[in-house]
């Protein structure tokens, strides 16, 4: 998820009929982009369990997804439930030769290229990404987007996350059904 952009505002010329106009008035003054204030937030779900989300301040390396991630997360979490099959997307990070390597003991499911209304945990960010439009006080910050964010995440009930799991076999079907192609299935929670 990102922050909105930081903005600043910068004078413009503004024209009017019959000549020019004070580029200092605020009607002329228009917001400009600074820089974008990003962070990433990664999750990770199981059907009966959750781990608290994690955020990622900056652009994810391999080696920030292994330190970040991998080991103080996901090792633990797979390691606790018998079993485990680890399902990730093809982001760089995940998909790199330490990260693989990282992950080696563990069952991971390969998972085809551009492919996320299929992945239970896409339809989480999209649960969380509607409770934050609905906000009440939409977040002016990074730090309290990320608590909206951190809030939204732990407010899911627990059957929301098996109801994404129990319905997996109508998308997988809808996409076979569909050769491969995008699916229009939206779970509504």
Request: hydrophobic fraction near 40%; glycine fraction near 4%; aromatic fraction near 10%.
């Amino acid at each position: 998820m990102k922050a909105g952009p930081a903005l600043v505002p910068v004078m413009a010329v503004c024209w009017l009929e019959g000549g020019r106009v004070s580029a200092l008035q605020p009607t002329c003054l228009q917001p400009r982009h600074r820089a974008y204030t990003g962070f990433m937030v990664w999750g990770t779900i199981s059907y009966d369990s959750r781990k608290t989300i994690v955020v990622i301040p900056r652009t994810l390396t391999a080696n920030w997804y292994i330190s970040l991630v991998i080991q103080p997360v996901v090792l633990p979490f797979m390691n606790s439930i018998q079993g485990c099959v680890c399902q990730q997307d093809n982001a760089r990070p995940h998909t790199a030769v330490v990260t693989q390597h990282a992950l080696r003991s563990f069952n991971m499911l390969t998972w085809p290229a551009r492919s996320p209304n299929l992945s239970p945990i896409e339809h989480v960010w999209d649960i969380i990404g509607r409770q934050l439009e609905c906000h009440p006080q939409p977040a002016l910050t990074v730090p309290v987007l990320i608590d909206q964010v951190q809030q939204a995440w732990n407010s899911i009930p627990q059957t929301d996350i098996w109801h994404l799991y129990d319905t997996m076999h109508a998308r997988l079907h809808a996409c076979i059904l569909n050769s491969g192609g995008y699916i229009y299935i939206y779970i509504y929670i």
